[in-house]
T-cell receptor, first 112, second 112 residues
Framework: SQQGEEDPQALSIQEGENATMNCSYK?????LQWYRQNSGRGLVHLIL?????REKHSGRLRVTLDTSKKSSSLLITASRAADTASYFC????????????FGKGTRLSVIA | DTGVSQDPRHKITKRGQNVTFRCDPI?????LYWYRQTLGQGPEFLTY????????KSRLLSDRFSAERPKGSFSTLEIQRTEQGDSAMYLC??????????FGPGTRLTVT
């Protein structure tokens, strides 16, 4: 079964707008990761946030983590058509030695 | 390119045949993972290796599936007596211990 649940399942926005995706998980974690997947392709690692971190930035990406609520969010600012993809959150176990568990993803469409 | 590579990229086989996929990880990575992904779902963990040792197998990995990483470098995933339900994208990823995973492009299997 999948631990992470992304919300919304699908999101459609205009180019230049911000996109926010949320992820909830069930058990304690060592870290949480966000990945992007273009249709029919492999996954691209975006950002890793550790359980003792609350916020992390990478370019136009901002990730927050609230371990008390077992939730994370991914914000993409000033979206571009090239950001169109599925976005997945993935969590590991508290030991950090368990495999990643992925959610079903959020399908983002950025309309030019 | 020193990323994760997978071969073949596509495989069409008839039900009952055996298939084997190969994954070449990033050379300095000691962990190698196999995932399966079906349409509209996130990747599901199958098994992973640390060096040549297979450390964990998912309950999804039936007796018809076997994976090896004989010298701690490349890995193979074999599916015996394929069934239509095996049709999926098979993804390989590699990482250093407790670090982000880097994914290959995947092998898309179609069982007819």
């Amino acid at each position: 079964s999948q631990q992470g649940e992304e919300d919304p399942q699908a999101l459609s926005i205009q180019e230049g707008e911000n996109a926010t995706m949320n992820c909830s998980y069930k058990t304690s974690i060592n870290n949480l990761q966000w990945y992007r997947q273009n249709s029919g392709r492999g996954l691209v690692h975006l950002i890793l946030i550790r359980s003792n971190e609350r916020e992390k930035h990478s370019g136009r990406l901002r990730v927050t983590l609230d371990t008390s609520k077992k939730s994370s969010s991914l914000l993409i600012t000033a979206s571009r058509a090239a950001d169109t993809a599925s976005y997945f959150c993935a969590t590991d176990g508290v030991s950090g030695n368990t495999p990643l568990v992925f959610g079903k993803g959020t399908r983002l469409s950025v309309i030019a | 390119d020193t990323g994760v590579s997978q071969d073949p990229r596509h495989k069409i086989t008839k039900r009952g045949q055996n298939v084997t996929f190969r994954c070449d990880p990033i050379s300095e990575h000691n962990r190698l993972y196999w995932y399966r992904q079906t349409l509209g779902q996130g990747p599901e963990f199958l098994t992973y290796f640390q060096n040549e040792a297979q450390l964990e197998k998912s309950r999804l990995l039936s007796d018809r599936f076997s994976a090896e990483r004989p010298k701690g470098s490349f890995s193979t995933l074999e599916i015996q007596r394929t069934e239509q339900g095996d049709s999926a994208m098979y993804l390989c990823a590699s990482s250093l211990i407790q670090r982000e995973q880097y994914f290959g492009p995947g092998t898309r299997l179609t069982v007819t």
